[in-house]
């Protein structure tokens, strides 16, 4: 069974740091090209960042970009996003995604885990 | 950036009836476009992609169809466990993929 497990999450002050990290198990991580998605409390769907298989290609939402890192250990099984900078709009339930067919950086995701929520407040 | 504006935003149907959820692109995305459900505390399902194909394990009573920039869901014989809220997502090389507002299908 497929599964992706999100942690990481918590409360954090404007301009601190989070990492999140996503343990897949159920498949082999490093045939798939993988995405992190976040949804605002009751706000649509956002994709965030997105990596292939072997690192190679990376890509962020302008939102993101020059303070998000995403990463992944295929070794460890594990997806990762550095956020630093966090703002208060990045508040969040951030969800990991394994992509289906990609087209280019942008994919559907046909496995999500249930999110690990973000909260930058003061 | 591509909007996906989905229409209605909230759709009142009753068991058994026919929901048709709409999603148009500000661009032609070809048929390079995704649907997923969402129920409260839940991850999203994935529904449909290519516009028109069912993913794994999905009722047939899901269709979609579809190209270019406008874009149906239809749910037929609508169940207990489909009153959710549907997403579009369109996953075109480039702009990069964006997802819709949502339609919630309620009772």
């Known amino acids: 069974e497929v599964q992706l497990v999100e942690s990481g999450g918590g409360l954090v002050k404007p301009g601190g740091s ?15 090209n993988m995405n992190w998605v976040r949804q ?8 965030v960042s997105y990596i292939s298989t072997s690192s ?17 250990d ?9 956020m630093n900078g966090l703002r208060a709009e990045d508040t969040a339930l951030y969800y990991c995604a ?22 930058v407040s003061s | 950036e591509i909007v996906m504006t989905q229409s209605p935003a909230t759709l009142s149907v009753s068991p058994g009836e026919t929901a048709t959820l709409s999603c148009r692109a500000s661009q032609s995305v070809s048929s ?13 399902r994935l529904l449909i992609y290519g516009a028109s194909t069912r993913a794994t394990g ?3 009573r899901f269709s979609g169809s579809g190209s270019g920039t406008e874009f149906t869901l239809t749910i037929s014989s609508l169940q207990s466990e489909d009153f959710a809220v549907y997403s579009c997502q369109h996953y075109n090389y480039w702009p990069p993929t964006t997802f819709g507002q949502g339609t919630k299908v309620e009772i």
């Open chain 1, 18 to 32: 989070l990492r999140l990290s996503c343990a897949a198990s159920g498949f082999t991580l490093s045939y798939y």
């Open chain 2, 32 to 44: 390079n476009l995704a649907w997923y459900q969402q129920k409260p505390g839940q991850a999203p």
């Open chain 1, 74 to 82: 295929n070794a460890k099984n594990s997806l990762y996003l550095q």
């Open chain 2, 58 to 60: 999905i009722p047939a």
């Open chain 1, 40 to 47: 605002a409390p009751g706000k649509g769907l956002q994709w």
């Open chain 1, 98 to 119: 394994r992509s289906g067919y990609c087209s280019g950086s942008s994919c559907y995701s046909d496995y999500w885990g249930q999110g690990t929520l973000v909260t």
């Open chain 1, 56 to 72: 190679d290609y990376i890509y962020y939402a302008d939102s993101a970009k020059g303070r998000f890192t995403i990463s992944r």
